[in-house]
Each structure stands twice: as structure tokens, then as C-alpha cells.
């Protein structure tokens, strides 16, 4: 199939629309026919004037790029050739004209563009309701204004619940059975958790309540282990230690643990309150978890940003060494989403880490602002750039990412993915979701898998019972 500059030929979607670009009737155009060919990136091959496709290029990597002003006609139908079969599939035909002549915007413009219409193609093919899309709605508008590209990036990147509304933290001892505890925010340096214990309360769902519609979550939030610990970024945490249904039976932490890398807009008491939870997973895997606040999420002091979120990674990783005693080899570090780019750092730079999972990985921020992560360079404002640091991970590691992700789309996955040196098989998870990856059964079979099976947390289990 050959792609043109004067006629082209380029497949829309994964549901085999496919478009005719004619090039030449306006500037404008002729530029957005250019940007739908890099949209192809490495699955096109050049030879001087035409553009062919390699015989491993996947539509569903191609976007939605023509702008909405257009006209469309239906022209027939295009052949597929397979290079290894005689088979032929039947595409139709779409030929897409502008209907207003302009000039080629700025390139802040294209920007702001781009972003506008990644909002909307996300609400339309999420369904989202009336009031979620309210919801996002506001959250566009407090990102774009003021309009300028760093704190865009900035806001975009970090998005912390505001204090005490998922949890809050109380000395142990002003908890009374029966009595709904008082908010209040308490002073991190104030507190040693080893010495005076600190509990968590969670204002949602009862889960501090001692009504009988609660039994399950009572006896979670009673083994949560609440720890404060200084970050080299110069903030005091709040992290949590999840000892798991069959670490409680034998007496003795796992063999080796999580560490739960969150995503953005979450907290420790968000994970709490999602299902599975951070209990649940523990009990699942049988493995404990330890979970942390980056700065300036939940109740950990300081304000997020990139070097914060990586420091206080590294510190949480000297803590399970140095307050655990866990060597780095058996901590197994966790990321969904935001949580990737800090686990893959750490990954990156601590070759002695044996094992990593990574749930709807990203490139960089930018690259999913502008719906393409094959992007080769972007500017100094992009957060996040993991697509520069995976190359280095020597850790086994296990990709999962949904099919219907429109947050961060699965070609992100994909690129992270080939990139690794000892990725371990992946998991695409079909019809999941951003969010919905999180709650899939599938994903957590898999996962589990991997850490019982592929790195033998089972066969440790087996041999700590045996002692």
C-alpha cells in the first residue's frame, strides 16, 4: 500500500477507516497532510517522493488528527496486501477536504490544539456523564490558564488531593471505639513512629466507623502500620506497611515486598478506598506492600515536583533497607501511571533491583499531551521523560496496559515495553481503561503470576515455612 505525497493513503483508526489526503489545495493542508505522516513514525519506510508501509505497522497506533472542519466523501475501497499472505481485506475509502483555507497556525497554538482535542476525543470515547465531564471540564480550564506552557506542563504533571480529605493522620491514643474522631492536622516532626504510634482515619465509607456495615474495613485499617520518614528531598513522609494474611500466619515479613508507587491526584487513603485496595493486593500476592505519599500528597509535608517525587523513591527504597532490612534485589517496585516514571528511575539506577511491574505506563508527559510517543525530542518543560531513562533498567519487568486507555493510550505501553532489556511477556488488558486496568482481575492473575512464579516468591515462601 503506498502513501504518496500528492495522494495519500492513511488508515484513521483500528476500525479500518481509511483516509485519501490530497495535498496541495492550501498551505494548511499540506501541513496537516506532513503532520498525519509523522504520525506514522518508524512504521513508514521513504524512497524519494513515495512512502510505503513496513509490514509491521499497526493501525490502532495512528490518532485522530484531521481537524473537525472538514468535509468527507466516500470514494470506494483500498486493498490490503499482507507481504506473507495472498489474502486481501477491503478498506473503504474516505476523502477528507478542508473546508475553510487559513494559514498554519503558531506553534503554541498547535499546542493548545492539540490539547483541546485530546480532552475531547478522551470525553467522547470514554462516555463519561454529564458531571464528570463538568469535572474535567474545570480541570482543563485550571490547566490552561494562565497559558503559559511550564506551568501548564506543571499542573498537568501534578495533581494532589487537598489535605485531610481521604485520610488523615491521629495519635493513636485520642482514638476512642464509637466516637467518630475530630479532624484535624497534625505536625509530621512532632511524631516518631517509633516511638508513639500514629493511626490512620479515613473520612469515606465508614472505614473509621464502628457500625457493623464496616467489619472488613475495621480489621484492614487495623493492620495498616502508620511509619514517617525524612526524604531526601527534605520532607518528612507518611508511608504505610501492608504485612499480608500469610506474613501474619508464619510470623515473619514476606520474602520480598512491594514498594507501591501511586499515580497522580491519589493519596494512601485514595488506594484505600478503591477496589482491590492496598489490603487486598497485599492478601492476593502474598506479598507485603509498603506505600508512600510523594511530597505534598496526602499528608507528607513539602510540594510536589519531579526531583521530589524521584528523592523521595530512593529514600522510601533506603527505608525498606535500612528499617526492614530488606536487600534491594527483593524489593519489587510497583508503578501505575505517575507511579512508572519514579519506579523506572529507581530501576534505572539501582542495577541490583532483580524485579519491577509497570501498570499503564508513559513516555513523558509531553508525548501524551501530544498523543504521540514516538516524539524523538521534547523540551526542557516535559516531566517525566522515561522513555530516555528505560533503556537502563536492567530489572525483570512486567508491562501491563488496557487497550482502551485513552488517558495514556496503549502505544506508550508499547514503546516502554520494546525498550526494555529483560522485559518479562506483557499484559494487554482488552476493553480496560486508565482507571479500569487498576480493578481488572486479569491484571492482578498476572501480576501475581509473575511475582510467585517468574521471581519464585513462592519457593521462598515454601523455604521460610520449612525453617
Known sequence: ?????????????????????????????????????????????????????????????????????????????VELNDDDSSSQNLIPIVEVLPTQQGSVPPRKKWELRCTLQSFLAFMKASGESISEIVLWTGKVIYVLCPPIPAMMIHKVSFQPPSKGKFYFLLPTEELIPGIKPKKRLIRLEQYDTSIRRVSFVFPYLGRNSEEPDYPTSREQIRRLKTHIFLSTSGNRLVGVEIVCARSMVVGKRSPKILLFAQPNSSDIGACMMTDPNLVDISDFLNCDVFAFDYSGFGMSDGSPSEMNVYNDIESAFVFLQNSFGYAPEDIIPLGFSMGTASSIHLAAIFPRISAMILIAPFTSVIRVIARSPTIERTPQIDKFRSVDKVGRVEARTLVCHGTKDFIVPINHGQLIYSKLRNATEPLWVKEATHQGIYCNRTLWNRVHDFINEEMELRILWEELASC
Do not use: Q
Not at 10 to 24: H, R, T
Open 1 to 77: 500500500m503506498n502513501l504518496s505525497k500528492p495522494n495519500g493513503i492513511l488508515p484513521m483508526d483500528s476500525y479500518g477507516d481509511v483516509i485519501v489526503v490530497k495535498s496541495g489545495i492550501s498551505r494548511r493542508h499540506s501541513i496537516r497532510a506532513a503532520e498525519l505522516v509523522d504520525a506514522f513514525g518508524d512504521c513508514l519506510r521513504t524512497d524519494g517522493s513515495d512512502c510505503s508501509f513496513g509490514s509491521n505497522w499497526d493501525p490502532s497506533l495512528i490518532m485522530r488528527t484531521l481537524p473537525e472542519v472538514s468535509r468527507r466523501t466516500m470514494r470506494g475501497n
